[in-house]
Structure formats: C-alpha cells, structure tokens
C-alpha cells in the first residue's frame, strides 16, 4: 500500500466522540515506550504521532484519516506506572471502552519491545482480547537493536509462550521504525484487509 494522504482527524476522550461515519479503524496499542509514535510516524512517512522520551504522553484516542478511505488510530500505552493512579485507571477505561465496543475497529496491532522477553502486562492484554473474541496482530518494534539471531530467537521464545495457551498464533509483524523493515508488510496486511467486504 502507499499512503498517498495522512491527516488528524480528532482525538477522543471516550468512545462516543469517535469519527462515525463506516470507515474502518486499524488501532496500534503497546506498553508505554514501546516505539509506537516512532512506527506510525513510520508507516505514515509523516510526523503524525508525537514522539516523546517521556512514556505515557498519548492520553487520548487519537484518529488519522489515512488515504482518505481507512483510520489509523493511535491508542494511549499502557502499563507506565509513574503515571498517576487515577490516570491510569483512566487510561485504562478509555482502552477497554474502545478495544471492546468500538463496531468499526477492523484490527488491533498490538506492538510489543522485541527486545524483551514475554512481558506479563501484554500477555495479560492478549488473553484479554482473545476472551472478547477482538481480531489482532502483534507487532515486534526496535528489531534494528539486534542481531537477525537474536531476533529471530526472541520471536520464536514469544511464540512459545502463546502457544502454552492459544491454539492459534495471531498475525505477527517484525519491524523498525529506524529503517522501515517490516513496514510493508504492515501496510500489505491493512490493503488485503481494506479489500476485504464485511
């Protein structure tokens, strides 16, 4: 796919606020710090998402029109325990609020620190999701900091992991936001979903 438009639409405190209007949301979601803002900045070829070196800084649903036809949504991170309690447990409404109830998100990309191994808040986060029966993919950031063993080590460990309680692996995507690897195959994946009728 080649992203010929991206522009921001709104951002949202709660679901209701949320464009309506039957185009279809790609939602990307991580752990605070993961390298969200950097990928979508990324795939987009724009500086759409802000980047910060403080984790936490997406507080709200934030919606890209993208190519005038699809939505890419930028979610607030979770599991950033310098954040208030308060805010936490507000972020985490607005998450839930969203993951479960918005009609016209398609995919959820959940991305995940390649570097690390098998984190309990994201596991937890998945098991959520395949509870609630909500499509997504996993999204592996920061592969650049490796070596393609180590890399390819670290995926097959996480693969392990879910397979000790899924049946099924979810679509999984490795990538860079530093020198683009993977992004491609991101993009292919929300074409062939676009191209899909419900």
């Known amino acids: 796919m080649i992203i010929t438009s991206a522009e921001f639409r709104c ?3 709660k679901l209701s606020q949320v464009p309506d209007d039957g185009l279809r949301d790609y939602a990307f979601i991580g752990r605070s710090n ?34 005038k036809s699809w939505y890419l949504v930028d979610l607030p991170g979770y599991g950033y325990a ?8 507000q972020f985490a409404q607005i998450i839930v609020d969203y993951v479960k109830g918005c009609q016209k998100m398609y995919f959820l990309f959940v991305l995940v620190d390649s570097r690390l191994e098998p984190q309990r808040i994201d596991l937890e986060f998945m098991e959520m999701l395949g509870v609630e029966g909500i499509p997504f993919g996993i999204i592996f950031t920061k592969t650049d900091k490796m070596g393609v063993n180590k890399l390819a080590s ?3 460990a996480y693969k392990r992991r ?5 049946e099924e692996l979810p679509p999984m995507f490795t990538t860079s936001s530093e020198t683009g690897a993977g992004c491609e195959s991101v993009l292919d994946f929300i074409e062939q979903c676009q191209n899909q009728t419900n």
């Open 11 to 13: 951002s949202s405190q």
């Open 34 to 67: 993961v390298g969200k803002s950097s990928l979508i900045n990324r795939l987009t070829g724009r500086k759409l998402a802000k980047v910060s070196g403080t984790p936490g800084k997406t507080r709200l649903i934030n919606h890209f029109l993208i190519n």
């Open 82 to 89: 310098r954040t208030s309690k308060s805010l936490k447990e």
């Open 154 to 156: 670290n995926v097959a």
């Open 162 to 166: 879910l397979l000790e309680s899924w």
